[in-house]
């Protein structure tokens, strides 16, 4: 399996063809869900670098979603990988995927690798980058866009939470990060929006 992760990312750095891409950052995605002893031979191979460089625009949407998915999953509970991602520039690149206009499918994979990069070493970098504004008005909005299973995510634990709730998560770990960041919530309207998706949570039963 550490070869298959290193066969990936190279892959990756060397292809130039979307549909190339998008299947090799979708079985790395994969591989790093299904076994987390893979996440740490994908980072010393240099994926991080890699799939951010598939987050610019200039990139198909299909990539991007693919390559966001992968990174979230790479850095999940990982505190050198997550400050590496940071370091790398994940955050600006993975703040727009959150736009409006953009599709469920690819702001449910930017709110998730957003959240699994939240930890308290990296919170401030992702406040300053505006994402509480996004995280909020997904939150809010994202409940009843993401209910179903085409937009949620599937977790290696088995676990399934929509878009709505992801947002949610990524917000509390902010807020639980330091003290600091409790204004820029608060003036990002993070509290109102939390009141009103957990009343919608409870009527809808949407999984939060």
Known sequence: MANRATE??????????????QRAAAALSDLARDRPESRSTAVAAGAIPVLLQ?????????????????????????????????????????VP???????SS????????ICNLTAKHTAAAIVLEGAAGPLVRLMSSGGSSSVGSSHCWYGGDGKQLNLQAIAGHALAALAESSTDHHAALLAAGAVPAAAEALASCSLQGCGC
């Open 106 to 113: 690819l702001q449910l994979v930017g709110t998730r690798a």
């Open 54 to 94: 598939l987050l610019p625009a200039e990139h198909e949407e299909v990539v991007k979603e693919e390559a966001a998915r992968a990174l979230a999953h790479i850095v999940l509970k990982s505190p050198a990988s997550q400050a590496a991602a940071v370091d790398a520039g994940a955050v600006p690149l993975l």
């Open 8 to 21: 990936l990312v190279g892959i990756l750095r060397k292809s130039g063809s979307p549909s190339e891409q």
């Open 97 to 103: 995927l959150l736009a409006e206009g953009r599709s």
